[in-house]
């Protein structure tokens, strides 16, 4: 099956500073990438979706200029993490979907924020 | 808006025991349903899907059916391995393409 990658797959940083989180398709053009969180023992939350060469889709009460994404090309989008806080500790997750619009996702980045 | 619930877990059975998580959603339309499963230190991967009522989705054995009368879609295996250890959510994606995820059931399953 199709591979998606992120990266890093954990980050622990300081108050205050921003993390960059990459999501790659390796071996497939992904139309479309989306950006989930999860909390310890909750479902994943979709917090945007990310289309090549436009500008993200957010879901209602997603700060965008906390979580500013990227998708500069068919196998990469970022979620930049801006100013981060304790409260944005959390697992990242994205996924990726085919030309059969069928979703792969990604590992996942653990970021704790300290 | 959409939501997916799904079964309390954790759930805990012998090897080859009998296996039912229970799913209900509510939609708008008519939605696509999917099992995804999260084996430890992995990311999610697709079980099963169904796309249109009456649908089955199966897959290592295991199998759901959508049900638009009860609107459900509820897993089953009918002998589970410890190698089915894990989490699964219940998901459906609206036809918009936007997905919406259950809280995820913890499987254990023990020799």
């Known amino acids: 099956g199709a591979v998606v990658s992120q990266h890093p797959s954990w980050v622990i940083c300081k108050s205050g500073t921003s993390v960059k989180i990459e999501c790659r398709s390796l071996?497939?053009?992904?139309?479309?990438m989306f950006w989930y969180r999860q909390f310890p023992k909750q479902s994943l939350m979709l917090m945007a979706t990310s289309n090549e060469g436009s500008k993200a889709t957010y879901e209602q009460g997603v700060e965008k200029d906390k979580f500013l994404i990227n998708h500069a090309s068919l196998t990469l989008s970022t979620l930049t993490v801006t100013s981060a806080h304790p409260e944005d500790s959390s697992f990242y997750i994205c996924?990726?979907?085919?030309?059969?619009?069928?979703?792969?996702f990604g590992p996942g980045t653990r970021l704790t924020v300290l | 808006g959409n939501s997916v619930t799904q079964m309390e877990g954790p759930v805990t059975l012998s090897e080859e025991a009998f296996l039912t998580i229970n799913c209900t959603y509510t939609a708008t339309g008519y939605p696509s349903l999917f099992w995804y499963v999260q084996y430890p230190g992995e990311g999610l991967q697709l079980l099963l899907k169904a796309t249109k009522a009456d649908d089955k989705g199966s897959n290592k054995g295991f199998e759901a059916t959508y049900r638009k009368e009860t609107t459900s879609f509820h897993l089953e295996k009918g002998s589970v391995q410890v190698s089915d250890s894990a989490v699964y959510f219940c998901a459906l994606e609206s036809a918009a393409g936007k997905s919406t995820f259950g809280d995820g059931t913890t499987l254990t399953v023990k020799p």
């Open positions: 071996d497939f053009q992904a139309t479309t």
């Open positions: 996924s990726a979907t085919s030309g059969d619009n069928e979703q792969f």
